[in-house]
T-cell receptor, first 117, second 113 residues
Framework: DSGVTQTPKHLITATGQRVTLRCSPR?????VYWYQQSLDQGLQFLIQ???????AKGNILERFSAQQFPDLHSELNLSSLELGDSALYFC????????????????FGPGTRLTVL | GQQVMQIPQYQHVQEGEDFTTYCNSS?????IQWYKQRPGGHPVFLIQ?????EVKKQKRLTFQFGEAKKNSSLHITATQTTDVGTYFC?????????????FGQGTILTVHP
């Protein structure tokens, strides 16, 4: 158990719908990352938040948005869903050591499997 | 942008054989991390290498970081069925202190008993 929790575990929805994925980082971790993992692709970085502020952005679609709340949990919002959005969505967290976050390992949650029908 | 390539994409071995996966970055890395994802699971951090030419061992696993800090390898000696999974290398974006990692495509290891 990594200490990172994600809900829900599974989500089945229809095209055009909007869903929200939730992540709670490990206690004390200020950084939260979101990744998308499709069958034929590796881990695609979507976005990072640090202590409530957006810190880095990957190839995140405009239909997707995220935020980190004062209690440090994060939500990833996916709207106008398409079939191609079906994937595993992972959240990860890390602690900052000396302000150089690139030297910190990331702890992944169990993921949310999204199926768009 | 930065690219991290991993080879091979798939590797099938008999239990007891050795296994190696290679990772190459298009840019010099400040560090490289390795993760393992078991089937149906989530990526789990294995190790981080920081120094040029660094070699680290974890039981049957040996990790190397190249002298130029652009490539790395993971070698497993005498594989066991518990080694199955996907092994990812990951490097931070060049020139940034942010935590964003670029992951390689991963090597899927299958071990036949």
């Amino acid at each position: 158990d990594s200490g990172v929790t994600q809900t829900p575990k599974h989500l089945i929805t229809a095209t055009g719908q909007r869903v929200t994925l939730r992540c709670s980082p490990r206690s004390g971790d200020l950084s939260v990352y979101w990744y998308q993992q499709s069958l034929d692709q590796g881990l695609q970085f979507l976005i990072q938040y640090y202590n409530g502020e957006e810190r880095a952005k990957g190839n995140i679609l405009e239909r997707f948005s995220a935020q980190q709340f004062p209690d440090l949990h994060s939500e990833l919002n996916l709207s106008s869903l398409e079939l191609g959005d079906s994937a595993l969505y992972f959240c990860a967290s890390s602690v900052e050591r000396g302000g150089v976050s690139s030297y910190n390992e990331q702890f992944f949650g169990p993921g949310t499997r999204l199926t768009v029908l | 942008g930065q690219q991290v390539m991993q080879i091979p994409q798939y590797q099938h071995v008999q239990e007891g054989e050795d296994f190696t996966t290679y990772c190459n970055s298009s840019t010099t890395l400040s560090n490289i991390q390795w993760y393992k994802q078991r089937p149906g699971g989530h990526p789990v951090f294995l190790i981080q290498l920081v120094k040029s030419g660094e070699v680290k061992k974890q039981k049957r696993l040996t990790f190397q970081f190249g002298e130029a800090k652009k490539n790395s390898s993971l070698h497993i000696t005498a594989t066991q069925t518990t080694d199955v999974g996907t092994y990812f290398c990951a490097g931070p974006d060049g020139g940034t202190s942010y935590g964003k990692l670029t992951f390689g495509q991963g090597t899927i290891l299958t071990v036949h008993p």
